[in-house]
């Protein structure tokens, strides 16, 4: 009886204020898609970072000339044994002749024989081992091997993709967390609003021994079915949004394949979306009917 008469009463809250509720709704939904874009952005951001930063976290491991095959091999199989490293690749003395030419183009005429260039591994670093202590420490280690002559890479490019990738996280999640409290301000001052309309009422059920816990269950589910309607229209709406995005990127690529959904799906963002709804319209209207249920006197 107490749990049906919560539901209907919270329903009917939901009805009495359409124009409050309804307004609450589109503002929960407007912050709930802003809140998804975000996350999908920076999603999709995280993936270019870690592919740029496996780009930049390239070790050039040289070879000392006098290095013989057996002895090359024995080096790469110790390189594909160290922790951290995602793929290692031979670079012989030819290859890299044929690479400087097509890097140098014309002025690599101006040498005679780029046979002088050693031959070499390319290991990719991954995960946080590609960050910059890890690759620091890592070329530290292998520049101590025998038949090993150098061990280089891009260490400013490692650091500044590291830096930017920081920046970039710390701005997304200070948006997100503004736009966070700004849906439970806005859901929380519909509640309130709700509450005050109908603070006779709840005057008059103090008087006949409601306790706060009955009184407040209505108002929680009327905050529930708020977030739960602006969760499902924000995420019909991201749905199409992104979707248009990913296929604005697909174009622009000239056909090719952009990252599309976490999970390979929509439904996941979108449960996720309508599941973030509810908990904001629950916490919003939680305090708020906390607070404003204590006002009300009973003379």
Do not use: C
């Not at 044994?81 to 670079?91: C, E, M």
Request: aromatic share 8%; net charge neutral; hydrophobic share 50%.
């Amino acid at each position: 009886m107490a749990l049906s008469y919560t539901i209907l009463e919270g329903l009917a809250g939901f009805r009495r204020a359409k124009l409050a509720a309804a307004t609450s709704v589109a503002a929960l939904a407007i912050a709930l898609v802003l809140i998804g874009i975000f996350a999908l952005l920076g999603w999709q951001g995280q993936n270019v970072a870690e592919t740029l930063r496996q780009r930049a976290s390239e070790v050039e491991v040289f070879l000392e000339d006098d290095t013989s095959p057996e002895t090359a091999t024995g080096v790469g199989d110790r390189l594909r044994g160290v922790a951290g490293v995602d793929s290692v690749r031979y670079i012989s003395r030819q290859e890299a002749s044929e690479i400087f030419a097509q890097d140098f183009g014309a002025e690599a005429d101006l040498y005679d024989d780029a046979q002088f260039l050693p031959a070499s591994y390319r290991v990719r670093l991954g995960g946080d081992h590609a960050s910059p202590d890890s690759l620091a420490a890592f070329v530290e280690a292998v520049g101590g091997w025998s038949s090993v002559d150098e061990v280089a890479y891009d260490r400013a490019s490692v650091e500044a993709v590291e830096r930017n990738l920081r920046v970039i996280s710390g701005v997304g999640l200070a948006v997100a967390l503004l736009v966070v409290v700004a849906a439970l301000l806005l859901v929380g001052n519909t509640v309130r609003l709700s509450i005050y309309a109908r603070r006779m009422l709840i005057r008059t059920m103090k008087l006949v021994g409601a306790t706060n816990g009955f009184i407040r269950r209505p108002f929680l589910v009327e905050g529930v079915i708020q977030g739960l309607a602006a969760g499902v229209v924000a995420g019909l709406a991201l749905w199409g949004l992104y979707g248009l995005f990913l296929s604005f990127i697909a174009s622009a690529d000239g056909g090719g394949s952009a990252v599309g959904w976490p999970g390979g799906s929509p439904l996941p963002s979108i449960l996720a979306l309508v599941a973030l709804g509810v908990v904001l319209g629950l916490m919003a209207s939680s305090v708020a009917v906390r607070r404003f249920i204590r006002q009300v006197r009973l003379s």
